[in-house]
């Protein structure tokens, strides 16, 4: 991963990413520094949190699905990194998996059905998601819910398609 830019964000910029992340997934950041690091080549962007790569922003499903013609002021939105999400669990979002899933889920398989055991009422399609392990409550990957999070439970079908999980390049990101 290339670093494209890295810049401080301005305080409005805080308010944005703090006030969007503890209104979709009830997370209160605190720190004291925030800063934005492009990535060349990346679907997302990072938001180092006092230095750590706590939030990514990633393109919008309205915008996936369009094509890019060169416009850079495309929607973003903000999420939680794996790491940023074990640092300050959501509350809301989150899918979690039963053991059978975890060594699928970390190495970056979209989640199916059968290994959800509990799935946030409130996800709807489309939206970003954390997806937890039972034991311990650990987020292993984030990812693009396909349906409604009361319709993620069941026997059969892909549910959850993965963007980011425990050791791809953007957990391993160190700058």
Same mark, same amino acid.
């Given at each position: 991963?290339?670093?494209?830019?890295?810049?401080?964000?301005? #305080?409005? !910029?805080?308010?944005?990413? +703090?006030? %969007?992340?503890?209104?979709?997934?009830?997370?209160?950041?605190? @720190?004291?520094? /925030?800063?934005?690091?492009?990535?060349?080549?990346?679907?997302?962007?990072?938001?180092?949190?006092?230095?750590?790569?706590?939030?990514?922003?990633?393109?919008?499903?309205?915008?996936? #699905?369009? !094509?890019?013609?060169?416009? +850079?002021? %495309?929607?973003?939105?903000?999420?939680?990194?794996?790491?940023? @999400?074990?640092? /300050?669990?959501?509350?809301?979002?989150?899918?979690?998996?039963?053991?059978?899933?975890?060594?699928?889920?970390?190495?970056?398989?979209?989640?199916?059905?059968?290994?959800?055991?509990?799935?946030?009422?409130?996800?709807?399609?489309?939206?970003?998601?954390?997806?937890?392990?039972?034991?311990?409550?650990?987020?292993?990957?984030?990812?693009?819910?396909?349906?409604?999070?009361?319709?993620?439970?069941?026997?059969?079908?892909?549910?959850?398609?993965?963007?980011?999980?425990?050791?791809?390049?953007?957990?391993?990101?160190?700058?």
């Amino acid at each position: 991963m290339e670093v494209k830019s890295r810049h401080h964000l301005r #305080s409005d !910029e805080v308010a944005d990413v +703090e006030d %969007r992340l503890a209104d979709q997934l009830g997370v209160d950041l605190d @720190a004291d520094t /925030y800063e934005l690091v492009e990535l060349d080549g990346s679907a997302f962007d990072v938001v180092l949190v006092d230095g750590e790569p706590a939030v990514l922003y990633y393109e919008s499903e309205a915008n996936a #699905s369009e !094509e890019s013609n060169g416009d +850079e002021s %495309r929607d973003r939105e903000p999420f939680l990194t794996v790491r940023g @999400a074990n640092d /300050y669990p959501p509350k809301t979002r989150v899918v979690t998996v039963d053991a059978g899933a975890v060594s699928f889920v970390s190495d970056g398989a979209d989640v199916m059905r059968p290994g959800i055991v509990e799935a946030d009422d409130a996800i709807a399609a489309g939206d970003l998601v954390a997806i937890a392990e039972e034991s311990h409550g650990k987020v292993l990957a984030v990812g693009r819910a396909k349906t409604g999070g009361g319709d993620m439970v069941g026997d059969e079908g892909k549910v959850v398609e993965s963007i980011h999980h425990v050791g791809d390049d953007l957990y391993e990101f160190n700058i």
